[in-house]
């Protein structure tokens, strides 16, 4: 899983995950992938909705599963293939509204 730094309210230099639509899949129905955004680093046997979990790496309290992550906006969401000529904007778009569609339906769901 690739990583990408980014700076927090308070300037902190933190990571999130850079998932494809095919990554985004297999982490979300194979549940057990956690991420530190201290390190970067991924954690295994990490619920999906894991808040502030300990890091097996760098042992910051850091590490959250990766639906928690989308529903936070904290995974970038990229595509497979850009570059590639039968690639149709609309595609992403779908894709996009699908992520958002998943976290308006967590969100509903933990307001319960």
Do not use: W
Request: proline share 4%; aromatic share 8%; hydrophobic share 35%.
């Amino acid at each position: 899983m690739e990583k990408q730094a980014y700076k927090t309210k308070k300037g902190i230099t933190q990571f999130k995950p850079v998932l494809t639509v095919a990554e985004m899949s297999h982490y979300q129905f194979n549940s057990g992938t956690g991420f530190c955004l201290a390190c970067g680093a991924e954690n295994d046997g990490v619920d999906p909705d894991c808040l502030r979990g300990e890091c097996e790496v760098c042992e910051a309290k850091k590490v959250y599963g990766i639906e928690e992550l989308m529903v936070m906006g904290l995974v970038n969401l990229v595509d497979e293939s850009p570059a590639t000529p039968d690639f149709e904007a609309d595609d992403f778009a779908l894709r996009a509204a699908d992520v958002a569609e998943f976290q308006q339906h967590h969100q509903q769901k933990e307001s319960r």
